[in-house]
């Protein structure tokens, strides 16, 4: 896991969606943190996450059928 003040340092992997997130948090000067890890899976692998953050984090799920993806938070 790595965890910045700002964006990734690696931007390239990117995609659109979240580099223009950070671009739109960046122009509005709004400070924010990024935890980069792989998926997740179960709740225990949600734990380990959850240690490098200072508070209690959310859980997102994502569901995709071979159209649309879903978000339920």
Aim: charged share 30%; net charge negative; hydrophobic share 35%.
């Amino acid at each position: 896991m790595d965890k910045f003040t700002g964006r990734p340092a690696k931007d390239e992997s990117r995609n659109d969606v979240e580099t223009n997130t950070y671009d739109f948090l960046e122009k509005l000067n709004i400070p924010y943190e990024t935890l980069c890890h792989e998926a997740i899976y179960t709740i225990a692998e949600s734990e380990d996450v959850e240690r490098y953050w200072e508070f209690h984090t959310a859980r997102i799920c994502f569901f995709a059928t071979s159209s649309i993806l879903y978000f339920a938070y």
